[in-house]
């Protein structure tokens, strides 16, 4: 009998090639929703995904996005335009002529320190796009991440409003705020933005005491949450939270992380889920049953966060990570 082949996975000048090819479609598709294709390419990529997988997901998925508007943008201005409908092809214009100037790390650590403070914006996708962008080593595909921030930048308020406080006490205060009394139920964007916008959140969302460890604090808090909840917009703060990490060496200054944690806030706010901060129940699937599975998955949420908890458990080591990919993919 004849054994069957593994397929040689995918290479990067193969992801490459898509990613140039992706640069035609929109960053959103159906109003605010953010084009996952590009980032899960460099995922499944990563993951060891197989060429013809990586073709099928790509084939499967191009089908619902929107081309984009190739029409000469208007010119926008860093200190006017974050955050203004309509100026995506603007910013992505920007940021291709600051890396062709300075080089793409030079330009990334410029774009960080304008972009940091709004690191939840469109729900945390712009920063996320990024970090995928530069483990991908794509110039294009950095331009449009950090184009996709720009454009739907979303400062949260926060004030200086008494001592900082250590993680549990900051989850604590943080989950007795009164709930705003317009809080949609749609985007998670709009969610954030609601909470963010309610004085009581002000006042206690820059609190967090930050140190050498908050990253990896807030990671695991998400992978735990996660692993106990299985909520979708938790899910975001844990690929968010490995974006930070992969963006790291190019914050401008340590303290760039508090616009994530004010961000962080508003996010586990918004989605509702009381917070876990040990794990409750310990995985049972092996991290090469869980990537394979991944690997084979439609849901790019689910593939892009078994490659964040992956490459953050190899960082990080904890059972965390592996129970919540676990909790995204069914046995």
């Not at 110039?139 to 549990?168: Q, R, S, V």
């Not at 998670?188 to 609190?207: E, T």
Request: charged share 15%; net charge positive.
């Amino acid at each position: 009998m004849l054994m069957k082949t593994a397929a040689t996975p995918a290479t990067r000048a193969q992801l490459h090639h898509l990613l140039d090819a992706g640069q035609a479609l929109s960053a959103t598709y159906r109003g605010q929703m953010s084009n996952h294709l590009p980032m899960a390419q460099q995922a499944l990529l990563e993951l060891g995904a197989s060429e013809p997988r990586l073709l099928a997901w790509t084939e499967r998925h191009e089908t619902f996005l929107e081309p984009r508007d190739c029409s000469r943008p208007a010119r926008v201005d860093p200190a006017r335009d974050l955050g203004r409908p309509g100026s995506d092809a603007g910013w992505r214009e920007h940021f291709l002529a600051r890396i062709a100037s300075l080089g793409a790390g030079a330009a990334l650590r410029e774009a960080l320190a304008l972009l940091l403070p709004g690191a939840g914006a469109i729900a945390f996708h712009g920063l996320i796009r990024t970090g995928h962008a530069v483990l991908a080593g794509h110039d294009g595909e950095l331009a449009a991440g950090l184009a996709h921030w720009a454009a739907h930048f979303m400062p949260l308020t926060a004030i200086d409003a008494g001592a900082p406080l250590e993680l549990p006490d900051w989850l604590h205060v943080l989950q007795q705020l009164p709930r705003p009394a317009a809080l949609p139920s749609g985007l998670i964007a709009c969610r954030m933005q609601a909470w963010g916008k309610a004085a009581a959140f002000a006042a206690v969302a820059g609190r967090l005491q930050h140190g050498p460890d908050t990253l990896r604090d807030l990671a695991l808090l998400a992978a735990r949450t996660y692993a106990a909840t299985g909520n979708f917009t938790v899910l975001h703060l844990l690929t968010a939270s490995h974006a930070m990490s992969v963006l790291q060496p190019w914050w401008p200054a340590p303290e760039a992380a508090r616009g994530f944690s004010v961000a962080a806030a508003a996010g586990l706010l918004a989605s509702g889920a009381r917070p876990a901060l040990h794990l409750q129940h310990a995985p049972s699937r092996p991290w090469p049953a869980l990537i394979a599975a991944a690997c084979e998955q439609d849901d790019a949420h689910v593939i892009k966060l078994a490659h964040a908890a992956s490459r953050l458990g190899r960082r990080w080591p904890d059972p965390a990570w592996r129970a919540a990919v676990e909790r995204s993919i069914p046995v």
